[in-house]
């Protein structure tokens, strides 16, 4: 295969192939039958071999080749789709992608086939009287929204629930926050609140953002490697050929985890702490650091405030101390300890094994604070990169698709609205009367956080005298969202059949369609996949692409911005949604989209943006260096790839893009930058801005705030401003100066808008100013929980969260002697997220059909339990499920892991999944979600679930 390469234009193809056209393809592969390359089960548990059918048709059909991006993870790996007369027929991994250079993992091959999936839901349904029903679109549209403007009239706005999605689109996930706040509630949100919103707030909350401050391609710089919580082997394979590579080099590599991985594997330290000991381990490391003074000392000084604090707590967690409460010997922390002060720098690696805790926030801040001891901030083969999950978790939550966010990270405060109603060019006071005007628990519904998808069923459940809004949620959306990824099963079911109406917009039925156990209310409606769009996404390294549409919509499905324009429409709020977006038929436009959210999200730095600047980078993807993800030559010479923010200025300025953040050694126009001055001048007294320390040619060599019309005219940098640029810039600050003149005039001094402060290794907003050891609340060691206690209990934003309460009852009524295995969870290579979508393919189902548990020997034989044999498993609060036993060493005594992509069987029973179109949406492989064991818990600022540290027993069945 030939391909001839035009600039800023899909390549063609040269060569003749068998073609068949979309008729042909939906007769012969979509409706009736298994469909093309479909399996079928036989019996209990057994598959058939998948087998591609092969179609003779009596024309040839031209190819046309459509780049688009990976839906799995976060690693953006370029895919070149192959279609023919509007069939996608052929794919190939970019070989010529800076970020996967030809690689893919099983996922990645498989994508093709969720387009033409049998599994699909392929028209609007509905569920009543117990029968599945099938609707036209206007009818589902005008059923929804007549529901929702009810329950606005009796209940208010706060009662209606918009769950998102991580596999929008950029602008996809912005308009669905936009459509939230038109609608008038901050009951919104997506999965980034259970995979990586502890690492928002505690890395955002150390040194400005909350984001991967390298990228996949600079960890091959790297001298040392420190995995924590993260096995990217398995959840990140493309990733993982970036470790290798570092490890080629040279580079040291450490891995704390209390299994053994398949990441582990590559290792040459294994900490295998116990589950819910990060931070005794990380100050354990730091202690040997501080002791033999292999700190960075200048750095330290010149950078990072509050490490004093630090020392304090560190000197408290001696040898002895960290391999009493982690397990892991005093000889390996200390030889940890040593490889990454004698190999610099070093990265730390972290995903959900790190976040998903109670202490989520400290843990991120440990990790944090461990790369400002090294000083390891601000350098190529240092920083933090942190793992996402999903395609565009970093995107949608960039996007604001937060409960306690509007786009850009600028939060739920009445300047923020204040400062987004003028992006959108509404009155202030029209978006405010949107929302219920009544303070509950002292609260204005306008600027509280609203309910996280962590605990969206207790926003239905709770009594609603102890919610801070007017009434229990009656209605929900889940777009996009497996609801099996959340703990608490049984109460997620229970929460299920209590609410109104349930309406589920997906390509697949999903748990939220399917685990209820009502007769009624239930609304299935089709959406698109990805790559039946358009639109951009980015990356885990702040990079975006634009994935071109590979086909139309398939089925009777809709593009999201559609259905999400004929809701808007039919509830009376689409005007004001989009008042500067040009509406195509019923399809808002993406580029328009992109300018208004570009022009708005000034405090992360996306004004440089544009949907051209984004499509020069996809289109001309080969032009890009796979070192250093810079463009030699081409449309976009100098430019790092996806333009990874903060992109300064604006599009016609042609920043390039900043690939480490808080890079001092380079001009800020070429991508340089310092941390963040968002926390204030001084704390105690103290200052906290930088000292001796600024990005190379600022005109300020030393800490500085961060920039406004003040401090404009102090520098006497004022009249550096046009006449249009001051009418906009008075009583502004750069982040919320939409003319845009004050960066301009910082940029021309080479400054960094956001000021130049320290790190902080304090944050006194926090219930723990430093990271302190908290026992997980369901704790196999009682002896710990004086000495290192759970939180009280405590009010968090809508809903009052338990911590101490039930860490009590793990004594009083002997849990930890009930149920003495420790429970953990993490990824499979096969499968992805709740797996719906992954477990309705074929290809990858072939590959895992059995959901199982990972028990130690010891363990086993303690029960009676043989490898293969059926378990049941039982969780500390009572959810029970049958699975597989896998009885291995790679798991500790004491400690157990499951996958989490599993779905369709509840309590040992199988779930009923509907038909679409005569073919049963149920997937290829069903099995128990491990979710029904996990137990109650959550990070006090961000709501993250407890998924990595609770107690279960196993028995055979």
């Known amino acids: 295969m030939k391909l001839t390469r035009q600039s800023n234009a899909a390549p063609t193809v040269e060569k003749k192939t068998l073609g068949i056209s979309r008729r042909q393809f939906m007769k012969q592969a979509g409706i009736t039958s298994g469909g093309i390359a479909a399996a079928s089960l036989l019996g209990t548990g057994m598959m058939r071999k998948a087998e591609a059918k092969v179609q003779t048709v009596a024309h040839d059909a031209p190819t046309e080749i459509k780049r688009t991006v990976c839906s799995a993870c976060a690693v953006g790996c370029g895919l070149y789709a192959e279609v ?27 994508l093709r086939y969720h387009t033409h999936s049998n599994k699909r839901v392929k028209y609007p349904m509905k569920l009543e009287g117990g029968k599945w029903k099938k609707l036209s679109w206007e009818q589902a549209i005008s059923e929804i929204g007549d529901k929702m403007l009810e329950i606005n009239q009796t209940s208010g706005p706060d009662s209606v629930y918009f769950m998102g999605s991580a596999k929008f689109s950029n602008e996809g996930a912005y308009m669905y926050r936009k459509l939230a706040a038109m609608w008038g509630t901050n009951n919104v949100d997506h999965s980034a609140r259970i995979c990586h919103s502890t690492t928002v707030a505690g890395v955002a909350n150390t040194w400005g953002y909350g984001a991967q401050t390298n990228s996949f391609n600079d960890i091959r710089n790297a001298k040392n490697i420190f995995l924590i919580g993260a096995n990217p082997a ?85 040898p002895e101390e960290v391999e009493n409460v982690t397990g892991v010997s005093r000889e390996a922390v200390y030889a940890a300890a040593k490889q990454m002060a004698t190999n610099r720098p070093g990265t730390v690696i972290w995903c959900m094994g790190g976040t998903q805790h109670h202490v989520g926030n400290a843990n991120t801040r440990m990790y944090s604070i461990l790369q400002l001891v090294l000083g390891n901030m601000g350098v190529s083969g240092g920083g933090t990169n942190i793992f996402r999950g999903h395609d565009n978790v970093q995107g949608a939550t960039d996007m604001g698709l937060l409960f306690d966010n509007l786009p850009g990270y600028y939060g739920v405060g009445e300047g923020a609205w204040h400062h987004w109603s003028r992006v959108w060019d509404l009155p202030f006071d029209s978006v405010k009367a949107r929302f219920d005007q009544k303070p509950y628990l002292g609260r204005s519904p306008m600027t509280t956080p609203g309910m996280p998808c962590s605990r969206w069923q207790d926003g239905v459940l709770e009594a609603k005298d102890k919610l801070a809004q007017k009434d229990n949620l009656r209605l929900a959306f889940f777009w996009g969202q497996s609801v099996n990824t959340e703990t608490r099963q049984m109460e997620v079911r229970d929460a299920l059949d209590k609410l109104e109406t349930v309406v589920v917009v997906d ?66 709020i689409a005007d004001a949604w989009t008042k500067h977006i040009k509406v195509n038929g019923n399809m808002p436009d993406s580029d328009d989209i992109m300018r208004e959210y570009a022009k708005g999200m000034r ?109 404009l005219k102090q520098l006497g940098w004022w009249d550096e401003l046009t006449a249009e640029e001051k009418a906009l810039a008075e009583n502004r600050t750069w982040a919320t100066d939409l003319g845009g003149g004050i960066v301009r005039v910082a940029l021309a001094h080479n400054m960094v808008p956001y000021g130049n402060a320290k790190a902080r290794c304090r944050v006194w907003t926090f219930p723990d100013e430093v990271p302190v050891h908290r026992e997980p609340i369901y704790t196999a060691r009682r002896d710990l929980i004086e000495k290192y206690p759970t939180h009280n209990d405590m009010q968090v934003h809508r809903l009052p969260t338990l911590y101490k309460t039930l860490q009590d ?50 363990d086993a034989t303690d029960r009676g339990i043989r490898d293969g044999d059926d378990v049941w498993v039982e969780g500390a609060e009572g959810g029970r499920i049958k699975i597989k036993a896998m009885v291995t060493p790679r798991v500790g005594a004491g400690v157990t892991w499951m996958p989490y992509h599993f779905a369709g069987v509840m309590h040992g029973e199988d779930l009923q999944y509907p038909e679409s179109g005569g073919v049963s949406t149920k997937p290829y492989v069903v099995g128990e979600s491990c979710n029904t064991v996990m137990t109650y818990g959550y990070d006090p600022v961000t709501q993250m679930q407890e998924t990595k540290a609770t107690l279960c027993q196993i028995a055979k069945a």
């Open 84 to 110: 023919q007369n509007g069939v996608w027929t052929g794919q190939e991994p970019a070989f010529d992608h800076p970020f996967n250079s030809g690689g893919h993992c099983a996922k990645g091959a498989s």
């Open 234 to 318: 398995e959840a990140h394979p493309v990733a993982m050929q970036h470790i290798l590579i570092a490890k080629e080099r040279g580079a040291t590599m450490t891995v704390a985890d209390p299994r053994f991985s398949r990441t582990m594997a590559h290792s040459d330290i294994h900490l295998p702490l116990r589950p819910g000991t990060d931070i005794p381990l990380v100050y354990g490391l730091m202690w040997h650091i501080f002791e033999n003074g292999w700190e960075d000392k200048e750095f330290i000084r010149t950078r990072a405030y509050g490490m004093d604090k630090i020392r304090e707590e560190a000197a408290r967690w001696t």
């Open 507 to 572: 390509p697949y039925p999903t748990m939220a369609g399917v685990m209820h156990r009502r007769q009624d209310g239930v609304y299935l409606l089709p959406a698109a996949t990805q790559y039946e769009c358009e639109g951009s996404v980015n990356n885990s390294g702040r990079s975006a692409q634009w994935r071109q549409q590979v086909v139309e919509p398939l089925f009777d499905s809709k593009n999201d911005l559609e259905i999400m324009y004929r809701l808007a429409k039919h509830v009376g």
């Open 603 to 711: 405090s992360v730095g996306y004004t440089g943006w544009s949907p051209e600047r984004i499509r020069a980078h996809t289109m001309n993807w080969g032009d890009f260096s796979s070192e250093t993800l810079e463009a030699a030559g081409g449309v976009n010479k100098g430019e790092t790839y996806g333009l990874p923010w903060p992109c300064w200025g604006t599009p016609e300025q042609k920043h390039p893009g900043t690939q480490i953040l808080y890079r001092t050694g380079m001009n800020v126009n070429q991508g340089g930058g310092n941390f963040r001055a968002r926390f204030g001048v001084e704390h105690e007294g103290v200052s906290i801005l930088a000292e001796d320390s600024a990005s190379v040619d600022a005109d300020i060599q030393d800490g500085y705030p961060q920039f406004d019309d003040k401090m």
């Open 809 to 858: 009852k793990v004594i009083s009524d002997d849990l930890d002697k009930k149920y003495p295995l420790i429970s953990t969870s993490g990824r499979l290579v096969e499968y992805e997220g709740g797996g719906e979508e992954s477990r309705s393919c074929p290809w990858l189902a072939e590959l895992q059909q059995e959901m199982f548990i990972e028990i130690n020997p010891a």
